[in-house]
Structures are given as structure tokens and as C-alpha cells.
């Protein structure tokens, strides 16, 4: 069995004493399990407790085909590459002022999820990758929990490529800036699904003032170029750093996205 593999195997042990334990998820920081959600909060055991099954699909990388290419256009002249070479030579706002690295973005060539989140931190900005601190440890084992993994069924990218300083949200005319890039990314990337994580990504990619809570629980269709990806929102890794109680309504998201992957693997 390889590392990842061991990894998914640990995840869903650990996920089935959780349940057992609490009704729910416990994400875990350093094999040690973060306090859950008040008991009292688990839901009553019965179908709607049952956790999604894991496709074993997941983890391995998917391969470009045909039915990943269905309704992108292809451009050959552009690429992943190309793109982090174009933001690194961006001056096209004042973040490129104050930043360290410029963060494109990171993850295989053809998710099957491209995580969205708002911007780069301090830990990122310094390695010019993306969520590489706490936050990003977090939605690592998040994702593993459902068989998702950044380098080979994830891409993950923010909304702009450069930290905004002081950990401040990216201001609109840095995202207007800035959003030609992710775009692109997009349209070199295909994936199945995007996963917003945070208000900021969620707002501005839904073209909504509407509050996060009420942006979750469903899919929404983003167009991108003559084609439209389905995203879901849930929490910023941050977020529930600061805010444990938030994991169990995560976890929620988590299921809802797993549910539409394995549609379309049974699809
Ligand atoms: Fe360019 Fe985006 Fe960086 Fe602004 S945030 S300088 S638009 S790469």
C-alpha cells in the first residue's frame, strides 16, 4: 500500500471511530483529535449519520480524456506553467509591492477538485505555495477524509496570487486584477468541481453579497468562458481553526461533495 493510500486507510479508521464516538468527523491536528462538537450536538444515529463510501478512484490521478475536456476549450498555446511564469512578472497590482513569492497555485494537471480559497498568508508568501501552514495542513487531512489529495486529484489556488498585507481580504480591485489568472487556471485545469473555501472566494465567485451560511449546502454553476464548473462552499481552513464548533457543519460540506463525486464516478 502506498503513502497515500495508508493515509485514506488512517482517515476512514479514524473517521469510523468518530462517528462511533461522536456522530461526526473529528479533524485531527497531529494525530491528536481536535474537541469536537458538544455531544449534544451529534446527530441521532440512522441513515442520515451513514458516511459517504470512498471511492478508491480518488486516489489515484485521473487521466485526461475526452470526458474531462467536454465543454472546455482547449488552447494548447497556454499552459499551467505559462500562467505561474505570467504571475510572477505581474506588477498589474499593489499587492506585487509587498509580497515575498508570488503563489499560483499547486496540484495535479486534472483535478477532480480545485480548492478556491482568498488569498496567501504569511507561511505561503514565504514558500510561494499555497496553503502551506496550519490552515493548509487542515484542508489536507479534510480532504484526505473524503479521498482527496493536493498532488493527485486537487489543484489548490486562491483568488489572487499575492499576499495581502497584514492577512487582510484581497480588495476587489485586486481580485478584478488578479482574476484573469485563476481563469485561466480553469481552463487548463477542468475540473469536476470547485470547492470555495471562505466568504471571499464564495462571494466573488457566486457574484453574491450573500452571507456563507446561506451559500452552503448546495451547488451553484460558475461560468468560466463558454463553460460552467459546479461549486460548493464551505468554511476557510482559518475559520475553522478559530472556530471548532464550525468542523461539524464542515464535515456536512465535506459529505455533500463526496455524494457528487462519487455521481459522477458512478456516472
Ligand atoms: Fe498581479 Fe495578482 Fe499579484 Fe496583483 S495579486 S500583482 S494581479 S499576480
Known amino acids: 500500500m502506498n503513502e497515500e493510500g495508508k493515509i ?28 469536537s462538537s458538544p455531544v449534544s450536538e451529534s ?7 451513514q458516511e459517504p463510501k470512498i471511492p478508491l478512484a480518488y486516489l489515484v490521478e485521473e487521466e485526461a480524456g475526452d470526458e474531462l475536456e467536454e ?27 509587498t509580497r515575498t513569492h508570488t503563489v499560483p497555485g499547486e496540484g495535479c494537471n486534472h483535478p477532480l477538485v480545485m480548492v478556491i480559497g482568498e488569498g496567501p498568508g504569511a507561511d505561503e508568501d514565504a514558500q510561494g505555495r499555497p496553503f502551506v501552514g496550519r490552515a493548509g495542513q487542515l484542508l489536507d487531512r479534510m480532504l484526505a477524509s473524503i479521498g482527496l489529495f493536493r498532488n493527485q486529484n486537487c489543484y489548490i489556488a486562491n483568488m489572487v496570487k499575492c499576499r495581502p498585507p497584514g492577512n487582510r481580504d484581497p480588495a476587489p480591485d ?3 486584477a488578479c482574476f484573469h489568472f485563476l481563469e485561466r487556471q480553469i481552463l487548463l485545469l477542468k475540473p469536476k468541481v470547485i470547492l470555495c473555501a ?8 457566486l457574484k453574491t453579497d450573500e452571507k456563507l451560511n446561506s451559500l452552503r449546502g448546495d451547488f451553484t454553476e460558475i461560468p468560466i468562458g463558454e463553460t460552467s464548473v459546479p461549486a460548493l462552499v464551505t468554511y476557510h481552513p482559518s475559520f475553522l481553526l478559530r472556530n471548532e464548533s464550525y468542523k461539524r457543519p464542515a464535515w456536512e460540506d465535506l459529505k455533500l461533495l463526496s455524494s457528487r463525486l462519487n455521481s459522477l464516478d458512478g456516472g
Open 8 to 35: 485514506a486507510l488512517t482517515n476512514f479508521l479514524n473517521l469510523a471511530a468518530d462517528c462511533l464516538r461522536d456522530g461526526h468527523l473529528g479533524f485531527r491536528e497531529d494525530n491528536e483529535l481536535i474537541a
Open 198 to 205: 471562505g466568504r471571499v472566494a464564495a462571494q466573488n465567485l
Open 43 to 49: 446527530p441521532a444515529p440512522g441513515p442520515a449519520a
Open 174 to 176: 485586486e481580485m478584478r
Open 71 to 97: 465543454g472546455f476549450p482547449d488552447n494548447p498555446a497556454d499552459s499551467l506553467e505559462a500562467v505561474a511564469s505570467d504571475v510572477a512578472a505581474c506588477n498589474a497590482c499593489g499587492l506585487a509591492t
